[in-house]
């Protein structure tokens, strides 16, 4: 059991390239999540969805875009990378029964260490 | 809108020792989750501990327990018998126990060091 695999771990961009991170869960998952960790300081939601074909804008969402075609793959992508897109990012997942309020195995991934110059 | 505070960006303890790690939250809901979340230098996310708001039970997982103070918005973290492990660095999180969302709040983080 896999959990949340996030790829790659590292990736160093040139300022205006584009590139998508890569996650995906094996736990059927319906809520999926992308964070990013800037030095020394806590998590920021991105981005998140709530199941297949639906996603929507979280606490930071400039810069980024994402789909949600399958239940298991919540791809990331950054257009134009800038020097402040240089971040730690978090894929999550949870499982939240509908008409319960209760979430369920929240698990987050490796991450991914960007860095743009 | 919610929010997280850690004032201890640096925290010391010797091995076997006991620390208390500080978190204080705002918000206005009464149905919500705390939970703290150890951070090693793997970068790996660990979830240490969980408390649900309409519990008045402090909750508990081996060597660490939470003070958790509801109408102070407290809700600090005790580690007994520290471990040289438990070096790291740990995120006080809220989430709103109604919100179709399960996003997550995360405080700044508070770096443990361990002494032996």
């Known amino acids: 059991n896999a959990g949340v695999t996030q790829t790659p771990k590292f990736r160093i961009l040139k300022i205006g390239q584009s590139m998508t991170l890569q996650c995906a869960q094996d736990m059927n998952h319906n809520y999926m999540y992308w964070y990013r960790q800037d030095p020394g300081m806590g998590l920021k939601l991105i981005y998140y969805?709530?199941?297949?074909?639906?996603?929507d804008k979280g606490e930071v969402p400039n810069g980024y875009n994402v789909s949600r075609s399958t239940t298991e793959d919540f791809p990331l992508r950054l257009e134009l990378a800038a020097p402040s897109q240089t971040s730690v990012y978090f894929c999550?997942?949870?499982?939240?029964?509908?008409?319960?309020?209760?979430?369920?195995?929240?698990?987050f991934g490796s991450g991914t260490r960007l860095t743009v110059v | 809108a919610q929010t997280v505070t850690q004032s201890q960006p640096e925290m010391s303890v010797q091995e076997a020792e006991t620390v208390t790690l500080s978190c204080t939250y705002d918000?206005?809901?009464?149905?919500?989750?705390l939970f703290w979340y150890k951070q090693p230098p793997s970068r790996q996310m660990i979830l240490v501990i969980r408390?649900?708001?309409?519990?008045?039970q402090n909750a508990t997982e081996n060597r660490f327990s939470v003070n958790f103070q509801k109408a102070a918005k407290s809700f600090s973290l005790k580690i007994s018998d520290s471990q040289l492990g438990d070096a790291a660095m740990y995120f006080c999180a809220y989430r709103e126990g109604s919100s179709n969302t399960g996003k997550l709040i995360f405080g700044q983080g508070t770096t443990l060091q361990v002494k032996p």
């Open positions: 918000t206005s809901e009464s149905d919500y989750y």
């Open positions: 969805s709530v199941g297949a074909g639906i996603t």
């Open positions: 408390q649900e708001a309409y519990k008045q």
């Open positions: 999550a997942s949870s499982y939240r029964d509908r008409g319960r309020v209760n979430h369920y195995g929240y698990t």
